[in-house]
């Protein structure tokens, strides 16, 4: 009991000693002696303006008025560090050795500038080396360390403004910051937190840094941290120095890309849905970073990742690697894309497009996957390269396969001065059935053949594009077949035309111009007939013109050819038969040139000629004949056009 009561009377003597030693000292001393002990560390002026006083609770130490914090010599920008007010707390413990240790900081709206010269020195470097460190270091009790004999056990900051100035790259001003640095141990771990609030939504920002004290003096520590807003997390587990420079591992989740980047204070992401990540990061002083064994999951597709990123030329230079399985792209797909607007009253789109994406980055960047749906059509096992220079960008078609064939060649985009677009592709092996049912949804024709196309357009919207095409192009198709009707009898004139095509030959060359499409040398080869073809498509404009023929190649055959010209708009185009062509004359020009007797035996022929192999022609009251002949043709040929095309 009696060592008790010694014990206690010593605590109580103790404190006694503390509260009239804090009495007794003015707190415009304390904040001289802590403002020595900052400059003699870091060789920069701390400044406190107005009162100074003991503050008692919560802070057991210095109350101030505003203070302000040196900038680096060769910075014009004011000063590092100021804020309205600020407490500073103290060891009492170590006021009995006569020295001051500061223990807490506790600031109120401080306005913090970081600055990093061009030649990459950072005005956080606080701790110089030499001579005046060094006598620094002898004058401390605790000694050791660049930070001497400074121990901050904690830190708290509330309402604070971040400035970050980078003469060689990019800067950012962030309001409304609150921070809190706990350090009970100065061998031990620093748990730091940071709010921020860049845009509406808050920011939080978690650490652990193994080695405060060499963190701060430019050594290289053990960092974990984890980044979390808009209901993302993005994690951090490795080492890091103020230099900056890091390497660890990487793992984000974000449920919302668009979101977590609006938090951020960035632009959108442009993905929808879920996106997950995971890699290996290096990042060194130079601003290099290096990404090894990433995977990236987001829009359905899961994807392996290597990637190299240089930031010391006027645009990040990237060559990466991404590798995937079956891949889908079809949520990139817009609904607007290729349709029509408002301001057109239909048609290609004018809205103008935003090639602006091409000058983000240079770089070379190779893609592999097994099969790519792009929505409107599917891709086969594919291999490309991207190489990308000042808005730039060249596709190189190493293994594409599609339309069960193999493509081959080079895509462009070119947006230096105004976007232009062009392509050199060859496809051999193509199938003709793969290629009708992507485009078009018409699936009875097949066969395999070859397709050549040389493409070159400009503009800054589908619209400009589509009707500034030129070019060229070909294909060809050897045997082939066409189900569920028998053309070879239809054309011949002879009944019972269902059942399967069967074609030797199917090939035709076009040239493009303006957006107008021209072919004249459609060739269709039956066993015995040929259906040549030749017209123009506006491919612009969205129009066609063209003119389909078929020819008996036995002239003893008797059956009627009667020419199909298929005109108008895509969206509505009118099937006329030509009868004036099947005559080998222009019936209406004869009919009124002609004598009345002439007339009649045309039209006698012409009847009696048509209903041997399309039925009787029933005339309504007030039709004449002719009108009849071409409604009648017309119903059949519409009908045979349908059942063609799989219509009903």
């Not at 808005?391 to 190189?396: D, E, K, L, M, T």
């Not at 404009?541 to 008996?552: D, E, G, M, S, V």
């Amino acid at each position: 009991m009696r060592l008790i009561r010694i014990l206690l009377m010593v605590v109580v003597v103790v404190v006694l000693g503390l509260v009239a030693l804090l009495v007794l000292l003015p707190g415009e001393k304390i904040a001289k002696i802590a403002a020595d002990q900052v400059r003699s560390q870091t060789g920069r002026e701390l400044v406190f303006e107005g009162d100074v006083g003991i503050s008692w609770y919560p802070i057991l130490g210095v109350k101030t008025g505003p203070v302000r914090f040196a900038n680096a010599e060769w910075s014009d920008n004011g000063p590092m560090f100021r804020a309205e007010s600020a407490q500073i707390g103290v060891d009492a413990m170590s006021l009995i050795g006569g020295t001051i240790r500061i223990t807490q900081i506790d600031l109120n709206a401080p306005d913090v500038l970081l600055e990093v010269q061009a030649d990459g020195t950072a005005n956080w470097d606080l701790f110089p080396e030499g001579a005046e460190a060094g006598e620094a270091t002898t004058a401390t009790t605790e000694g050791g360390g660049a930070m001497g004999g400074l121990v901050l056990e904690s830190l708290a900051v509330r309402d604070a403004r971040l400035r970050y100035l980078d003469q060689g790259g990019e800067s950012f001003d962030i309001k409304d910051v609150d921070a809190t640095l706990v350090w009970p141990d100065r061998a031990g771990p620093a748990e730091v937190d940071l709010t921020l609030r860049p845009a509406e939504e808050a920011v939080e920002i978690a650490a652990v840094i193994d080695n405060l004290e060499g963190f701060l003096g430019g050594e290289i520590s053990t960092l974990r941290a984890n980044v979390a807003a808009a209901g993302a997390s993005v994690a951090f587990d490795g080492r890091a120095g103020m230099d900056p420079q890091a390497a660890g591992r990487v793992e984000a989740d974000v449920p919302n890309p668009n979101a977590f980047m609006a938090a951020l204070g960035l632009g959108e992401a442009g993905i929808a849905g879920k996106a997950v990540f995971a890699g290996n990061v290096t990042y060194t002083k130079d601003g290099k970073i290096a990404l090894r064994e990433g995977t990236a999951t987001a829009l359905g597709n899961t994807v392996s990742v290597e990637a190299d990123v240089s930031m010391d030329g006027p645009r990040p230079r990237v060559n990466a690697r991404i590798a995937g399985g079956a891949m889908t792209l079809a949520a990139l797909q817009g609904g607007g894309g290729g349709g029509g607007d408002t301001s057109s009253g239909g048609g290609w789109s004018k809205a103008p497009i935003d090639a602006s994406g091409l000058g983000i980055i240079d770089g070379d960047i190779s893609l592999a996957a097994e099969s790519i749906d792009l929505g409107d059509m599917v891709l086969g096992r594919t291999r490309v390269g991207i190489a990308i220079d000042n808005s730039r960008a060249v596709v190189s078609l190493r293994e594409l396969h599609m339309f069960d064939g193999v493509a081959s060649g080079q895509m462009v985009a070119n947006n230096r001065s105004g976007l232009s677009v062009s392509s050199d592709i060859t496809v051999t092996g193509l199938e003709l059935k793969t290629l009708l049912t992507d485009m078009a949804g018409i699936d009875r024709m097949s066969g395999v053949g070859t397709m050549k196309s040389q493409i070159l357009a400009s503009g800054n919207s589908v619209h400009a594009i589509m009707n500034s095409l030129s070019g060229s192009g070909s294909f060809d198709i050897g045997q082939g077949k066409i189900s569920g009707i028998d053309l070879d009898r239809l054309l011949r004139g002879q009944p019972g035309a269902s059942g399967t095509t069967v074609f030797d030959s199917l090939s035709a060359s076009w040239t493009l111009t303006s957006g107008v499409m021209t072919n004249n040398d459609l060739l269709l080869d039956l066993p015995h007939v040929i259906a040549k073809g030749a017209g123009t498509i506006g491919i612009g404009a969205r129009t066609i013109n063209y003119l389909f023929t078929p020819q008996i190649k036995n002239e003893a055959e008797d059956g009627l050819a009667v020419p199909v010209e298929i005109k108008g708009s895509w969206d509505n185009p009118k099937i006329i038969p030509r009868l004036d062509k099947a005559f080998g004359r222009d019936i209406e020009v004869d009919l009124e040139e002609k004598k009345d007797e002439v007339r009649e035996e045309l039209k006698s022929k012409a009847k009696a000629k048509l209903e041997e192999k399309i039925g009787t022609i029933d005339t309504q009251e007030g039709q004449s004949t002719e009108d009849a002949i071409k409604q009648k043709v017309e119903d059949e040929v519409k009908d045979k056009l349908k059942s063609l095309l799989g219509g009903d």
